[in-house]
């Protein structure tokens, strides 16, 4: 059974950091995908960023580019999301989600990619 835990959110002023973390289980990570959306209150849900199954490629939503850093440590089957310079509205439960993947080289952007979510967490920045 597939279980992501997402820890790390916060209350953080604008311009401040968060660091989040997905561990999963249930997977082998290392031949999974992974991905990073949020979603804010009455929005849906939106991609942020993603990662390759060995970490060699990224991919970043416009908002979040040169600001965030996606990463991943198979060793230890967690992954993470630097948040920096955050903004008011980055504001939004954030998920982590894992994707089957056949390539170290694929990532994938769109939320219908994936099947298996976490419960999220709270991200608020302050102005």
């Known amino acids: 059974q597939v279980q992501l835990v997402e820890s790390g959110g916060g209350l953080v002023q604008a311009g401040g950091s968060l660091r989040l973390s997905c561990a999963a289980s249930?997977?082998?990570?290392?031949?999974?995908?992974m991905g990073w959306f949020r979603q804010a209150p009455g929005k849906e849900r939106e991609f942020v960023a993603a990662i390759s199954r060995n970490g060699g490629s990224t991919n970043y939503a416009d908002s979040v580019e040169g600001r965030f850093t996606i990463s991943r440590d198979n060793a230890r089957n967690t992954a993470y999301l630097q948040m920096n310079s955050l903004k008011p509205e980055d504001t939004a439960v954030y998920y982590c989600?894992?994707?089957?993947?056949?390539?170290?080289?694929?990532?994938?952007?769109?939320?219908?990619?994936?099947?298996?979510w976490g419960q999220g967490t709270q991200v608020t920045v302050s102005s």
């Open positions: 249930g997977v082998t990570f290392s031949f999974y995908a």
């Open positions: 989600a894992p994707r089957p993947s056949g390539s170290s080289k694929l990532v994938y952007t769109q939320k219908d990619d994936y099947t298996y």
